[in-house]
């Protein structure tokens, strides 16, 4: 008998959904065969067509949760393989009570948080609905004032934190968070080598050639405040009014920023390219020509 390695494990358990000891039982009783186990759970469990090994989770929600003091908000995300998945209640309602359950246990380790009973629900839902569904990631906002904002499609989740004004204010910011996306909070939090790296692209640009070196400092100078100002939340022109600066809307309340966080559904996962054309032609036996 073949021995049954961590890796086999894994395997099995991105194509099934179902836990590690059941994947190991299922892989030790088909001799470390991981198609000949995947058929007989398919027999024995009612389990759905395994996915594809490397089938990417990057669509989903992004959720937020705020306190009745505004002083604590959760904001999470939950994926899913498919947009349709991401708007079925089951995968909602599921999602809604991750974070319900880690708000109330104040819980930002993902792997805590799904150590028990939600595993155990992750893994059913997986069966029912036939997608690989994961928690991601969760992060807490804690601030003198706290508010957050979700778009209408649970794509994006921002949260804002304030040293003072209004939760209705907080979550004004928060909006333009989601739709602005702006890196850093304020222009001297943009890390060094970002500033660096950037000054490096404006001087090596076209018009720069050939120009006096104080000439090409100057227009490198002002080109980076323009970054800067273009990339900063306190300098952005506020969505709901673009004749005043995000930076001078906390100002006329008596605040200042604290801090924001704002969560997309799939950035940074490395999506599968899937060429349908060799997919059908496969499936049909044909090849591509």
């Given at each position: 008998?073949?021995?049954?390695?961590?890796?086999?494990?894994?395997?099995?358990?991105?194509r099934?959904?179902?836990?590690m000891?059941?994947?190991?039982?299922?892989?030790?009783e088909?001799?470390?065969?991981?198609?000949?186990?995947?058929?007989?759970?398919?027999?024995?469990?009612?389990?759905?067509?395994?996915?594809?090994?490397?089938?990417?989770?990057?669509?989903?929600v992004?959720?937020?949760?705020?306190?009745?003091?505004?002083?604590?908000?959760l904001?999470?995300?939950?994926?899913?393989?498919?947009?349709?998945?991401?708007?079925?209640?089951?995968?909602?309602?599921?999602?809604?009570?991750?974070?319900?359950?880690a708000?109330?246990?104040?819980?930002?380790?993902?792997?805590?948080?799904?150590?028990?009973?939600l595993?155990?629900?992750?893994?059913?839902?997986?069966?029912?609905?036939?997608?690989?569904?994961?928690?991601?990631?969760?992060?807490?906002?804690?601030?003198?004032?706290?508010?957050?904002?979700?778009?209408n499609?649970?794509?994006?989740?921002?949260?804002?934190?304030?040293?003072?004004?209004?939760?209705?204010?907080?979550?004004?910011?928060?909006?333009?968070?989601?739709?602005?996306?702006?890196r850093?909070?304020?222009?001297?939090?943009?890390?060094?080598?970002?500033?660096?790296?950037?000054?490096?692209?404006?001087?090596?640009?076209?018009?720069?050639?050939?120009?006096?070196?104080e000439?090409v400092?100057?227009?490198?100078?002002?080109?980076?405040?323009?970054?800067?100002?273009?990339?900063?939340?306190?300098d952005q022109?506020?969505v709901?009014?673009?004749?005043?600066?995000?930076?001078?809307?906390?100002?006329?309340?008596?605040?200042?920023?604290?801090?924001?966080?704002?969560?997309?559904?799939?950035?940074?996962?490395?999506?599968?390219?899937?060429?349908?054309?060799?997919?059908?032609?496969?499936?049909?036996?044909?090849?591509?020509?």
């Amino acid at each position: 008998m073949a021995a049954i390695t961590a890796a086999m494990v894994k395997e099995l358990r991105e194509r099934t959904g179902l836990g590690m000891m059941e994947c190991k039982k299922a892989l030790v009783e088909a001799g470390g065969d991981v198609d000949a186990a995947i058929e007989e759970l398919r027999k024995s469990s009612g389990l759905k067509a395994a996915k594809k090994a490397g089938r990417t989770a990057a669509e989903g929600v992004s959720l937020v949760k705020v306190n009745s003091e505004h002083t604590r908000a959760l904001i999470l995300e939950v994926n899913s393989e498919t947009d349709f998945v991401a708007r079925d209640d089951n995968f909602l309602n599921f999602a809604r009570e991750v974070l319900e359950v880690a708000f109330n246990n104040d819980e930002t380790d993902v792997a805590k948080l799904m150590a028990g009973e939600l595993e155990s629900k992750r893994e059913a839902l997986v069966q029912k609905i036939g997608e690989n569904i994961t928690v991601r990631r969760l992060v807490r906002v804690e601030g003198a004032v706290v508010d957050g904002y979700v778009h209408n499609t649970n794509k994006i989740a921002s949260v804002v934190a304030l040293t003072g004004g209004s939760a209705e204010l907080a979550r004004d910011v928060a909006m333009h968070v989601a739709a602005v996306n702006p890196r850093v909070g304020k222009a001297e939090n943009m890390p060094a080598e970002e500033v660096e790296k950037e000054r490096e692209i404006i001087r090596a640009q076209p018009d720069m050639e050939g120009k006096p070196a104080e000439i090409v400092e100057k227009m490198t100078t002002g080109r980076i405040n323009k970054f800067l100002k273009e990339n900063s939340l306190w300098d952005q022109p506020f969505v709901k009014n673009p004749d005043q600066t995000v930076g001078a809307l906390i100002k006329a309340e008596g605040a200042d920023l604290a801090g924001f966080v704002r969560l997309e559904v799939g950035e940074g996962i490395e999506r599968e390219e899937v060429d349908f054309a060799a997919e059908v032609a496969a499936a049909a036996g044909t090849g591509k020509s």
